[in-house]
């Protein structure tokens, strides 16, 4: 009888789990698969070629020991800092730039979203010839203005603004729609009623219409 | 009893005859336009040799060697070649990860074992046991464009040229209302760290030292810290390297070509980019053995570096590995080697071009080979440039420094190429401090893990 029940319960939801197999399947094989492997390998010597040898904590205790670790941390804090100050700004601005537009929404809306569906591969090679010190187009914008080359990808004290340029570029777009719609849920007779009583687009913005969006701002960030 | 010996003799010749054939990877170019003429030759090499050697049959894997992707990953996969060209700086890392197998044996009964400059196998002898077998070297050495010289009037290098001579020269031929820059070193990449490291040996200084197995960082000397002034010097006090000074390896044969420089070094192949694609014709371009450094410890030397035959370590089964040693051996400095250099003679005669490279033989000099191959390139000279004179095929090969034997490729490309950044953007480093730093780095950070896997 309860397998009867439980039977009933599983066709329930078949239609809908044979739907999302091939989704499962492409996950399971070049996502959850690579995570455990990559989970066992860490207590593992592994030689291309070779059959892996368990060696236990020994991978663990050399990155520990290795004296390049503490850099290592605070160049992640850094760079995941970086990111989310910009990630999280620059959104937002070209957002509210953004729903400002009344012609050509649509073009621009979809020219911000167009990073996000470059390969990480062919991003990379871009921005890489963009930072080419002697010819990146960069430097040359730049020096159109009186700007000295810089060295972006080859300077210590830039490359970690230049490779939170590269990762955040990628993915602004995506986040620019998001909270465009997000705004558009802020009801457009406040800011009409704003502008009437003379708030200019600061005050606009920042007094009345943000802080009406924060439930999208929160979860974004 | 007649027809059970009958019976037992068929089956052990059909034995033979339908035994399975020796699949052998090969490595051929990667399938590239310019490389088009290369894969034809490799394929052509490799049809003679299955045709002498029935039993083998050759698989061609599109593959060039280099040490961060595709060798790794090919490996892991098992379809890395089972014949391959490493460079020379790769052997005690493929020796570690059991990548190569010992060719001592096979080497003692080879009959051209005796062609070679003793010192050619020197880069991949491991603990006394050679691993490799010389394929394509290179000495590094300067390039200088002689109208620029006579133009300005400066004396071409000599044999017993000095750093001032260099310095004195960079600074005459530096023209910077034309942006003309006397000498134009690599300052990006890896390669920034492998120029450097020339100019340090010419200090009479060294990269690493071994001790017992183990390597120590070297560069700290006063030695290699003279090597860091200079360079520090010919960007801040002599200003006499391109204003863009961070150029790769091509960059700086592009700004040679375009007569945007007067010196440069080269190993072996940057000419052919010079006189190919800028065509500069080759009587315009000298070559010189490099500059001797300072003091008593000073000496005119440039790396030595190249590729070597090795056999894979996965290679499955002393069949395969038998095999991959014939492939290695296979028309190897013989008349088809020549008819290869011929051939790659017409096809730059047919494309305008020049066959311009300098591939400096691992040969000892007069040996049959080498004497036939320069009077090929001779016979040549629309289509083909026979680099150097006597004097400076005889001085090259005293020039020559090694690679530093353990991880080299970290030591050029994370830790001097950082050297050679700071010297050319901050004016107020102290070389001294810099490469003390340096030093000290690479030695804890990548010599100590190493040598503490040394038994």
Redesign the interface.
């Known amino acids: 009888m309860a397998e009867g029940q439980a039977l009933r319960a599983w066709s329930k939801y078949r239609t809908g789990l044979l739907f999302l197999l091939p989704a499962i399947v492409v996950f399971a094989v070049f996502l959850w698969y690579p995570i455990i492997q990559n989970f066992f390998l860490t207590f593992q010597s592994y030689?291309?070629?070779?059959e892996p040898q368990w060696i236990g904590l020994q991978n663990l205790t050399?990155v520990l020991h290795?004296?390049?670790l503490p850099r290592a941390i605070v160049n992640t804090f850094e760079f995941v800092g970086l990111c989310l100050a910009i990630g999280f700004a620059v959104p937002i601005v070209s957002a509210i730039a953004l729903t400002e537009v009344r012609r050509g929404r649509g073009f621009f809306r979809l020219a911000v979203y167009v990073p996000n569906m470059i390969p990480g591969i062919a991003l990379y090679i871009i921005w890489r010839w963009v930072f080419e010190?002697?010819v990146g187009l960069l430097n040359q914008a730049l020096g159109l203005v009186g700007v000295p080359?810089q060295?972006w990808l080859?300077?210590?004290r830039q490359v970690m603004l230049s490779l939170s340029l590269m990762s955040t570029w990628a993915n602004f777009g995506g986040t620019t729609v998001l909270y465009m719609a997000g705004l558009s849920n802020v009801n457009p007779e406040l800011y009409e009623a704003a502008e009437l009583e003379g708030a200019g687009f600061f005050s606009c913005w920042c007094s009345s219409l943000l802080p009406r969006s924060r439930f999208s701002r929160s979860r974004l960030s | 009893m007649k027809r059970i010996l009958l019976v037992l003799l068929a089956a052990f010749l059909a034995a033979g005859v339908f035994a399975d054939p020796v699949i052998l990877k090969v490595p051929v170019p990667r399938d590239t336009p310019e490389n088009k003429s290369r894969i034809q030759a490799e394929m052509a090499k490799i049809t003679r040799f299955q045709a002498a050697n029935p039993g083998i049959v050759c698989q061609a894997i599109n593959f060039d060697y280099d040490n961060t992707g595709d060798f790794l990953v090919k490996q892991a996969a098992q379809q890395a070649p089972d014949v391959f060209q490493p460079w020379a700086t790769e052997a005690q890392m493929l020796v570690s990860k059991r990548w190569i197998i010992p060719l001592d044996g096979y080497i003692s009964t080879w009959d051209k074992k005796d062609w070679y400059n003793k010192d050619a196998y020197l880069p991949f002898v491991v603990g006394g046991t050679r691993y490799g077998v010389p394929d394509q070297n290179y000495i590094k050495h300067v390039l200088y464009n002689k109208e620029m010289f006579a133009a300005k009037g400066v004396p071409v290098p000599s044999a017993d040229w000095t750093w001032e001579d260099f310095v004195k020269a960079a600074v005459k031929l530096m023209d910077k209302a034309s942006g003309v820059a006397g000498f134009a070193p690599m300052g990006k990449g890896a390669e920034s760290g492998w120029g450097f490291t020339d100019f340090i040996y010419q200090a009479g200084g060294e990269v690493e030292r071994m001790e017992n197995g183990r390597a120590f960082a070297a560069f700290d000397s006063e030695e290699a810290i003279s090597a860091a002034k200079l360079f520090k010097d010919l960007k801040w006090k002599y200003d006499a390297i391109p204003a863009n000074w961070a150029n790769g390896w091509g960059d700086v044969f592009n700004i040679f070509g375009s007569k945007q420089a007067a010196m440069v070094l080269d190993a072996d192949w940057g000419r052919n980019i010079i006189i190919n694609n800028f065509k500069m014709d080759p009587k315009n371009i000298g070559i010189a053995i490099m500059p001797k450094g300072p003091g008593s410890k000073g000496r005119h030397a440039g790396v030595l570096g190249g590729t070597f035959l090795v056999i894979n370590g996965l290679a499955k089964g002393k069949a395969v590995q038998d095999a991959a040693w014939k492939y290695i051996t296979f028309e190897r400095w013989d008349d088809a080697n020549l008819a290869l250099v011929q051939s790659q003679i017409a096809d730059s005669r047919s494309n305008h071009q020049f066959r311009a490279q300098f591939q400096y033989s691992p040969l000892l000099p007069g040996s049959p080979y080498v004497v036939k191959e320069r009077k090929l390139l001779e016979a040549n000279p629309d289509a083909a440039v026979a680099w150097g004179d006597a004097a400076f095929l005889a001085a090259l090969p005293r020039t020559a420094h090694t690679e530093p034997p353990v991880a080299a490729q970290d030591a050029y490309g994370k830790y001097l190429a950082n050297v050679v950044q700071a010297l050319f953007t901050d004016q107020n480093v102290d070389p001294a401090a810099l490469m003390k730093d340096t030093a000290r780095k690479f030695q804890a950070e990548v010599l100590d893990p190493l040598n503490a896997k040394v038994k």
């Open positions: 030689v291309p070629g070779f050399a290795d004296p390049k010190p002697n080359h060295l080859l300077s210590p």
